[in-house]
């Protein structure tokens, strides 16, 4: 199957550092692959650059290509909103939207306009609540603010209003870092389920869950790729030195 | 989908161009202000100016300058600088090492918010009684004082903005070495805290000299200088109104001139204070 | 001068000038601020910024003197013919003043000078709201002015009305600048070209007189005292309000106690 993602002599710059050197790596489609590394290795910079993100902060350069479905997202001629759209993200802290918990998932079913009849979206609400693991939970209080769940519910509630706007990638930016273990269970649990209709990429800094996730693996160090490859290819038989020290927990 | 993006980016188009208009309209604003004041006040700004009081006749056009305004205001500014000083940086201090983030604490400084936000006519008004109670004639003495409580506000919460952004790190090492909270307040804070203070006090002081409505009935006015803080003085901006309200155009032409000594002195302590900043900011932990 | 009803042009006069400014002021600063906060590159804003500090610092007569020079003739030659002869069905139009001494020229001027102050305080209520709301917002295929209108501004208006609020106290205070361009005839204003004679206005005109007309002194301290207490009113519940919004403690929803510093 053809790559989902294919990341092409990717260097990146914050002001004058170089974040990301000489990037090339592809992402297998309907899979979990993960990004792991030590802390400042530039993984959560290669995860921002696959939705646009990093041109949100000041000062950031992106040279190279990112093809999505052999489409270059940083060609002149595309559309940010739209890659955005296909491209959704989990961010490390919950920030629901000042709204109901409705509200929160037809926010993004209303700005792309995907459903139009009232009918239609309360239907597409509490399937994506469903999906994310949710829906029992809330279903007498959908209209109740959003910041009155739990963090872990509140979690939850993003990932079902990322489902709604229909992606075709999920990148996760250390998903569940802060939530507690039962609330980090649920979603590891709903990413593993949902990766038959996505692909997902997620960044983590413990080495325990990317084992657990783990289709994929891309290992970085100091803004470069390492070692790339199936999952049990890299925990079991490393090709570089430096991936064994990363395994043996010596940095 | 193809209509929806096109309806989605001309709104963001639209709010884009409204920014621009708007933000244009406030640059073009200060510019246009400046502009004015340059150009009627340059061509009647002469060295008589700077350097000489009124003489008989000035305000039908003859001779003199505003040396009596320029001094008033510095004068008027000052003593209520310093007035002001005396009791906002014991203030300042007070509420941030004894009642950092006690209820007391915060109702005092709504307080002081609350009376920075008085304007200045009020202050005049309220000084003037209190002149009045104490049988004080408008003068020198009357404006420094309406002043003094005009700039306290501005000057203690200025202050006390700045003693906040104090790194925690700074007092809590200070402590550990075993420092009364006394010494804490003068010796370590103030130091950290010096080129903040500058500015708080600088930018008091511009306003003193700036305003015109408290020194309106409480410094009175005079073609002389004040030789005793009794006499009344004569302030800039009032300089500048009672010069234009003479109908002799050559008297007009100088409270432009006036008005733009004003500008430029206001505009040099705003300059000043950014460079002091600029170069303490060099001892300061950050 | 007597009671009550004596005040009434005058504070009406000072409610039509401040409304002037208010509303002139409000699209201005809301635009402007917005593109500061939320669009502008860093090397703008720094730049902005003192000119900014330089509006708000020059005193109130220099604002007067370009008032009388720029503001009033163009009132007067311009503006009043302009808006009078095409739009002069509506009574707020219509002028019988045939100077350019009127409420809207006051209006101007104090539009002028209070935003500054307004921008400021409604740049600091929305520079408090954490990056990742942002953030979720756009991850979601958003434009920011989406994220603005239907994220942030919910979050945030109740602070932006309150510095609009205070911008107002500070035009209502206002003495000298509105004093030269608003023509000081105490009448009841019908039209935004009429002239008119706000509180400070009268009570900085009048001062002089103070002490020889008997009675006189206890009308004019009572313009101040109500002056003061309009003043307070504004002052204290925006200064209430604003609280919530720029200590980063007060957010509408809780968090379970997990803090944000592990962003970025």
Partial sequence: MEPHIQIKNVNAYYKNTQALKNINIQIPRQQITVIMGPSGCGKTTLLRSLNRFLELDEGTQLQGKILIDNQNIYDRSAEVIDIRKRVGLLAQSPYPLPMSIFENIAYGIKIHNIKDSKKDIEKTVQHYLELAGLWEEVRDRLHTPAGELSVGQQQRLCLARGLAIEPEIILGDEPTSALDPISAQHIEKRLIELKHLYTIVIVTHTLRQAKRLADYVIFMYMGEVVEAGRAEDVFLHPKQERTQAYLDGIF | MEKKWHRRNISELIIKILMAISFAIVICSLGMIVWTVLSKGLPALTLDMITKTPKGGYYLGKEGGILNAILGSLLLASGGTILALLFSLPTALFLETYSKNTIWGSQVRLALDVLWGIPSIVYGAFGFIIMLAIGLRASLLGGILTLALLELPIMTRAMDEVIRQTPRDLTRAALALGVTKAELAFQIIVRQTIPGMVTAVLLAFGRGIGDAASVLFTAGYTDRIPNSLLRPAASLPLAVFFQLSVPFPEVQQRAYASALILTFLVLFISIISRLIVWRMNKFTIK | ?264
Avoid: H
């Avoid at chain 3, 990056?131 to 932006?160: K, M, Y």
């Avoid at chain 3, 009429?194 to 509180?199: M, R």
């Fill in chain 3, 1 to 264: 001068m007597q009671g009550l009803f004596g005040y009434w042009p005058f504070i009406l006069g000072t409610f039509w000038v401040t409304a002037v400014g208010v509303g002139l002021s409000i699209p201005i600063c809301f635009f402007t601020t917005v593109y500061l906060t939320e669009y502008a590159r860093q090397s703008i804003r720094m730049a902005v910024k003192p000119l900014l500090d330089i509006l708000a610092a020059i005193p109130s007569v220099v604002y007067g003197v370009w008032g009388m020079i720029a503001i009033v003739p163009w009132v007067e030659k311009s503006l009043a013919p302009f808006l009078s002869s095409n739009f002069g069905f509506l009574p707020i139009f219509t002028s019988s003043n045939p100077t350019g001494f009127s409420i809207i020229a006051g209006g101007i001027v104090l539009a002028v000078m209070i935003t500054p102050f307004i921008i400021a305080v409604s740049s600091e209520v929305l520079s408090n709201i954490p990056q990742g709301l942002r953030e979720a917002s756009l991850s979601l295929g958003s434009t920011r002015w989406e994220t603005i209108r239907f994220v942030l501004l919910p979050r945030v208006i109740p602070g932006l009305i309150a510095a609009i609020v205070l911008g107002a106290s500070r035009a209502v205070g206002e003495t000298m600048a509105v004093l030269m361009v608003v023509g000081n005839v105490p009448q009841i204003p019908k039209s935004i070209f009429d002239a008119a004679y706000p509180l400070p206005a009268l009570i900085a005109n009048n001062y002089g007189e103070m002490m020889s007309i008997p009675m006189y002194d206890a009308a004019l301290m009572g313009a101040a005292l109500i002056l003061l207490i309009i003043i307070l009113v504004f002052n204290i519940m925006s200064q209430l309000i604003l609280r919530r919004f720029t200590n980063g403690k007060a957010t509408p929803w809780k968090r379970n106690g997990i803090e944000e510093t592990f962003l970025n």
